[in-house]
């Protein structure tokens, strides 16, 4: 009995001695997000954690709202031993600090979505990153804005465009760009270009900064809508319903897809006709799989990898993102 004992207690502490070893063991990596409040970095989130439960990783998630969170943040990871981590950061400027200070750690790094810059103002190309295909999203918000004016009959010389512009962020201001280009180029004038620069990429700064516009145009009859993302477009069109311009007259469409969604499940149609769906589950997911096997397995990721989107409309939504 006594026996059996000894030998059952010597295997329950080889057994624990074990566990404690694989969880010392296991990989941990970080997520950094710059708004983890806003539905596109939550889907990241959640498809980073679906990575890591299938995968065997332990994934540490951190909002990183500002400079100093991002550098505690950092800290933090290191004081938890983690191998590496994978961040949108709140101000691409940051990237210089970020690399130095995860190279001190001895931590991998990627960036998703926001590209470091670099202090000679060009994007760090040496940092592994996963962004959209910028341009060409901000080119299909475009055509879509024109192909719904052509459907209204409209003539785009009579229409104003509330460009919701993040010139700050590269990423962004190439986006905005895109759409620019395919209106002008199907025939909006260059002076109906209604500049409309946001403080914050949210809703309620697109809303003042749409406003601002509204106020000082009030001649102008038909408006449509493009910025960086779902908030900058969902902001502007609570403007135009606030200063009363018929939901007829107003034409919007967003990137992400996240947030369009909650546009699109109100019982009354609102202006956002469409978003361009973003690949969250790619970015969230995939990101931190890259990461993992490059810890892991010294693969290391594509430097640069830009994925592309697909429009969402009030129609479509449900059956292109599997809801029903
Ligand atoms: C930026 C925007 C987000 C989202 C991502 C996609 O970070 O702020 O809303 O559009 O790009 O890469």
Not at 76 to 93: E, R, W, Y
Not at 175 to 204: C, H, Q, W, Y
Request: proline share 4%; net charge negative; hydrophobic share 45%.
């Amino acid at each position: 009995m006594k026996k059996l004992l000894v030998v059952s207690l010597a295997g329950l502490l080889l057994l624990s001695l074990c566990t404690s070893v694989l969880a010392a063991d296991k990989i941990k990596i970080g997520f950094l997000v710059k708004q983890p409040d806003e539905p596109w970095f939550q889907d990241e989130w959640k498809y980073a954690q679906q990575a890591a439960d299938e995968l065997g990783f332990e994934l540490i998630k951190i909002g990183a709202t500002d400079g100093e969170k991002v550098l505690a943040g950092i800290d933090n990871l290191a004081a938890q031993q983690a191998q590496g981590f994978v961040i949108c950061t709140p101000d691409v400027k940051l990237g210089p600090a970020i690399v130095a200070k995860a190279q001190a750690a001895g931590l991998k790094v990627m960036s998703v979505d926001d590209r470091f810059v670099g202090p000679d103002g060009n994007p760090m190309e040496e940092v592994h990153h996963m962004g959209i295909s910028a341009f060409n999203i901000g080119k299909a918000v475009g055509q879509a804005l024109v192909d719904e004016a052509a459907a209204r009959g409209w003539d785009l010389k009579e229409v104003g465009f509330l460009r919701m512009s993040y010139d700050q962020l590269p990423t962004i201001k190439e986006r905005t760009d895109g759409a620019t280009e395919v209106l002008v180029g199907a025939g909006l004038p260059e002076a109906n270009i209604f500049d409309s620069p946001m403080k914050v990429l949210d809703i309620e700064a697109s809303m003042n900064a749409a406003n601002i516009t509204l106020t000082k145009h009030p001649d102008v009859k038909l408006w449509v809508v493009a910025g960086g993302n779902d908030s900058s477009a969902i902001g502007a069109v609570r403007a135009l319903e606030g200063q009363k311009v018929p939901l007829e007259n107003a034409i919007a469409v967003g990137i992400n897809g996240t947030e369009a969604v909650a546009e699109f499940e109100k019982p009354e149609p609102t202006a956002l006709i469409g978003s361009i769906l973003l690949a969250a589950k790619q970015h969230g997911y995939g990101t931190a799989e890259n990461m993992f096997k490059w810890i892991k397995d010294g693969v290391e990721p594509e430097k640069a990898i830009w994925t592309a989107g697909q429009l969402i409309t009030r129609e479509n939504y449900k059956e292109v993102m599997g809801l029903n």
